[in-house]
């Protein structure tokens, strides 16, 4: 009898129960991780790490898609990435309205807060992306949700440099410009994503 590694069928379902066990870790990761920092950011007043908690919360419904649509077609898995692209887009207009209303109501944010959350944040992310990086490359949807992870660990950075940059200034602007680049990012990424995802979408309609 073949053994059952040579067999197609079977080495196709052994990946995706593996894309499935790495999505359901990095989804639990991140849902906690909005708790704690929208928790965070609403105490200390910070405008980066309301965007790094939504950022969380994001990329908890990304992989929520992305582990429906790991065992469905291609046309599916571009429709998923087509609405992760949208949800990036979204919460980056949304941070960007977060900003501007931070220089309307000007407020110094409490950096010992940000600093912590934001290390905190950054090692869960370090953890997801690790989990994720063997998969970046399997197919469209796990390179987005891979992608995901990238980003947040570049906002992670981001929010550490804000907390050191209240701290030096006694000011919102490193905060709030923080928050600013993150939602440019957030922007970025989600018009690429959209740009794959119509693409492929394209060639599906269009093959016999």
Known sequence: MPDCCHDTDCEIEQLRTRQSRTLKAVLVINLVMFVVEITAGLLAGSTALLADS?????????????????????????????I???????????????????LINPDVPQFETIGIIGFLALTANSVCFALLWSHRSEDMNMRSVWLCSRNDMIANISVLAAAVGVWRTN?????????????????HSAFHVIRDAIQALSTHRHSP
């Open 171 to 187: 000011s919102q602007w490193p905060d709030v410009l923080v928050g600013l680049g993150i939602a440019v990012l957030f922007i």
């Open 54 to 82: 939504l950022d969380m919360l994001g990329d908890a419904l990304v992989y929520g898609f992305s582990l429906y649509v790991v065992a469905r077609s291609g046309v599916w898995k571009a429709g998923s990435a087509l």
């Open 84 to 102: 992760k692209g949208g949800i990036m887009g979204a919460f980056g207009l949304f941070v960007l309205g977060q900003a501007v209303y931070k």
